[in-house]
Every structure is written in structure tokens, then in C-alpha cells.
């Protein structure tokens, strides 16, 4: 798969792996169209795209908001006709503890990890099955094997995300449309950075956005990294639970 002359959505752009993207993509002779709710920073990003011939179409959007997702939808479709890769990357974590362990978290957290997702697909099924073919590209993570204390929200939330996807790409297998599922480790970022515990082969968004995008033009069923991450993640969700659990329950003393 290349990007070449197809229209390209990524949510999620203002920072980060999108803002990386988003980069990345301006230098492939594509059309793109950049969601997120901080509009000031995707106009900023625009501008700096149009200096690699890029015009990008910029979209205010809360993923979490079913009617926002409908309205940039229509938006996207009117500028470009449609979308033929949608890169669904928006997300959002918090520390919770049972200290401070408050539901809104949990509807922002889902709200954007997994019902950002799922109301984008709502958008573009229509679409797709019309031209039987079309790209979905869903950000989960590496977190989503176990129940790790503190990201429970955030855990279970991207867990959500990759059986939600798994069980769509074998739904749509059928219909020529194709369903990836990403799975980082850590990556820097704006949200990373405000974790106060160690991120082992914690990796620049830049070089994230290269091995996402890498992985789609192999049209990749999922493309998971760093390796180091994901055979440590392996071991974990091998672990009987009440081992895990000690060894959860044992770094929590330790603080």
C-alpha cells in the first residue's frame, strides 16, 4: 500500500505520534486531513506543512463527541470526497489512584481511547462498503495485556481498543477493507511526560511514525514495537495472576 493521491485522516494531530504523522505524510503526495480538539496548534502544524507542498485541510474535533466526529466527517468528505486511510491515533491517560479515583476520568480515558474509535468507524463503514476497500488504522498499546495498577482506566481502555479491532478485521476481511492495530510502548510525549516512574526503551514519536507508517505500506495486521517492549510485555501476560499481582502489589509498597 502507498500513500500516493489518497486522502489520509489522522486524529490526534496536534501532537505526538500524530504531529509526527502528520510530518511524515506531507512528503508523500497525499491528502490529509488533521483532527484534534487544540486548534491553534494543527493551524500552527498546517502552516509548517505547506512548506513541504502539503495543504492540509485542519478539522476541530473531540472524539469523544459522536456529533463532533459526524460534523468533521462531513467536512473531510466535502473538501476531499472521502477518506481512504483513517489513522485513528487520539488518546488520553491519567494517573488514578484510589486516592484520587474520580469517574470522569474514566469517560475521558474511553472517550477518547476507545469511543473515539468506534464512532469514527460509524462514519466511515458507509463509505467503505460503497467502494469495497478503505484503511483502518487503530492506536492501541502495549499496556493493553495486563490490569497495571494506577493505569487501570488507561489499561483496560486500550485492551478495549485491540479485541474491539481484532474482531472488526475479521468482520470486515470480507469487504476489502483492512483493520491494523498499533501497539507502541512508551513514546515521548506531551502525556509520557508527566509519568513519574521509569519508561524503559521509551522512544522519540518521530521514530514511532516511522515504523507505523512503515507497517501500513506492508499492510501489516498489527505492528507492535519497540521489540524489546513487546517480549517483556509477553513474559508479563504470561505470568499467573497471583505472581503478577505480588510483584504489582510489592513495587507499590516499595514507593
Not at 494543527?42 to 502552516?47: A, I, Q, T
Not at 491517560?93 to 474511553?110: L, M, Q, W
Request: hydrophobic share 40%; with cysteine.
Amino acid at each position: 500500500m502507498n500513500f500516493a493521491n489518497k486522502t489520509v485522516l489522522i486524529t490526534g494531530a496536534s501532537s505526538g505520534i500524530g504531529e509526527a504523522l502528520a510530518r511524515n505524510l506531507s512528503k508523500e503526495n497525499c491528502r490529509l486531513a488533521l483532527a484534534a480538539r487544540r486548534i491553534a496548534l494543527l493551524e500552527k502544524l498546517s502552516g509548517e506543512l505547506k512548506l513541504n507542498g502539503c495543504d492540509p485541510l485542519v478539522v476541530k474535533c473531540d472524539v469523544s463527541k459522536k456529533e463532533d466526529v459526524s460534523a468533521a466527517y462531513r467536512q473531510i468528505k466535502n473538501k476531499f470526497g472521502g477518506i481512504d486511510i483513517a489513522i485513528l491515533n487520539s488518546g488520553a491517560g491519567h494517573k488514578v489512584t484510589v486516592d484520587n479515583y474520580d469517574s470522569k476520568f474514566a469517560e475521558e480515558i474511553f472517550g477518547a481511547n476507545l469511543f473515539g474509535i468506534i464512532y469514527w468507524v460509524e462514519q466511515l463503514l458507509p463509505e467503505y462498503f460503497e467502494k469495497k476497500k478503505g484503511t483502518i488504522v487503530g492506536i492501541s498499546s502495549l499496556a493493553d495485556n495486563r490490569g497495571f495498577s494506577e493505569s487501570g482506566f488507561y489499561s483496560s481502555s486500550k485492551a478495549a481498543v485491540s479485541i474491539y479491532l481484532e474482531g472488526l478485521r475479521v468482520e470486515l476481511n470480507p469487504y476489502g477493507i483492512k483493520v491494523i492495530t498499533v501497539k507502541p510502548g512508551f513514546i515521548k510525549t506531551p502525556m509520557t511526560d508527566k509519568n513519574n516512574f521509569k519508561m524503559p526503551f521509551i522512544m522519540s514519536p518521530e521514530k514511532a511514525a516511522e515504523i507505523i507508517l512503515g507497517g501500513i505500506k506492508k499492510e501489516k495486521r498489527i505492528i507492535q514495537f519497540p521489540w524489546q517492549t513487546v517480549f517483556l510485555s509477553r513474559l508479563v501476560g504470561l505470568l499467573p495472576g497471583s505472581i503478577y499481582e505480588w510483584l504489582a502489589g510489592s513495587r507499590l509498597v516499595e514507593k
